[in-house]
Every structure is written in C-alpha cells, then in structure tokens.
C-alpha cells in the first residue's frame, strides 16, 4: 500500500492520493505514482525536465495536480509522435 509507514504517524492509501489534487507528496510517494526511482526525481530536479515541486527549506513536495500534469505533457499516441516530442 501507498504510504503506510509507521501507521500510528501518518497514513496514506491511493484513495487519498486520488481524491486531493492539492495533497503535497514527498519524493518517494511521487517516484512511486510516475514509475521511477528517487533518483530520477533527484536529477530532474538538478537538470530541469521533471514535475514541478515545491521546497521549504530542505523539505521537497509534489503536489499531485503536478504529477498529473507532468504526465498528461508527456502522452503520446505512438512511437513517432514520441519522437517528434523529443526534439
């Protein structure tokens, strides 16, 4: 399950992930929704390219509106149409 560490302090299920656009994700929870690791989020950070985020201090959130947008950029219908997004 989405989120369900150390039950007594915060938990999370896809449920209301899904429900709240605004709900702010720390990078793990938002590697997990894209499909990729936190590194990936790291380096997109560093080199521009990923989700919009947001920081305070040393705190890093997605929100999940961002996350779907991100995706929504990135859908494609075919192979070519991939490509021609690439350049």
């Known amino acids: 399950m989405v989120g369900s560490r150390n039950a ?12 709240d656009p605004d709900l702010a994700l720390n990078e793990n ?3 997990e929704l894209l ?10 950070r560093v080199r521009g390219g990923g989700p919009r985020y947001c920081k305070i201090g040393r705190i890093v959130r997605y929100r999940r509106r961002d996350i779907v947008q991100f995706q929504e950029r990135h859908a494609v219908n075919s192979t070519s149409e991939a490509d021609t997004k690439r350049r």
């Open 8 to 19: 007594g302090r915060w938990s999370m299920d896809l449920n209301s992930i899904e429900r």
């Open 29 to 31: 929870l938002a590697a």
């Open 35 to 44: 499909g990729v690791s936190v590194r990936t989020l790291q380096a997109w």
